[in-house]
Nanobody, 123 residues
Framework: QVQLVESGGGLVQAGDSLRLSCAAS????????VGWFRQAPGKERARVIHINWNGSGTYIADSVKGRFTISRDNAKNTVYLQMNSLKVEDTAVYYC????????????????WGQGTQVTVSS
């Protein structure tokens, strides 16, 4: 069992940066892939960026390539989402998820979810 808690969301202006954290409980967290997803009002939850269990592989959605990066610190059971050059269209609730061998897969395939953190980007 893995429990996930996101933090770091907030209100920023376009062009700003923000770092989200996904803190996990559970002794086997280091064996799980972790993904960030986001859901904007009226839209489905979408893949954003994922990292595999040891940090050697990533999936990055085209919409955030060159702006968002992901990293993990398994000693701290935490995954980070660094978001740079934020745009108004990045406004959404951001969720982290965990699962084994889930890199790049859509939300239906992931096993554990956090409660989400709101990111609002103003123009």
């Amino acid at each position: 069992q893995v429990q996930l808690v996101e933090s770091g969301g907030g209100l920023v202006q376009a062009g700003d940066s923000l770092r989200l954290s996904c803190a996990a409980s559970g002794r086997t967290f280091s064996k799980y892939d972790v993904g960030w997803f986001r859901q904007a009002p009226g839209k489905e939850r979408a893949r954003v960026i994922h990292i595999n269990w040891n940090g050697s592989g990533t999936y990055i959605a085209d919409s955030v390539k060159g702006r968002f990066t992901i990293s993990r610190d398994n000693a701290k059971n935490t995954v980070y989402l660094q978001m740079n050059s934020l745009k108004v269209e990045d406004t959404a609730v951001y969720y982290c998820a965990a699962g084994r061998d889930r890199l790049g897969l859509p939300e239906a395939f992931w096993d554990y979810w956090g409660q989400g953190t709101q990111v609002t980007v103003s123009s």
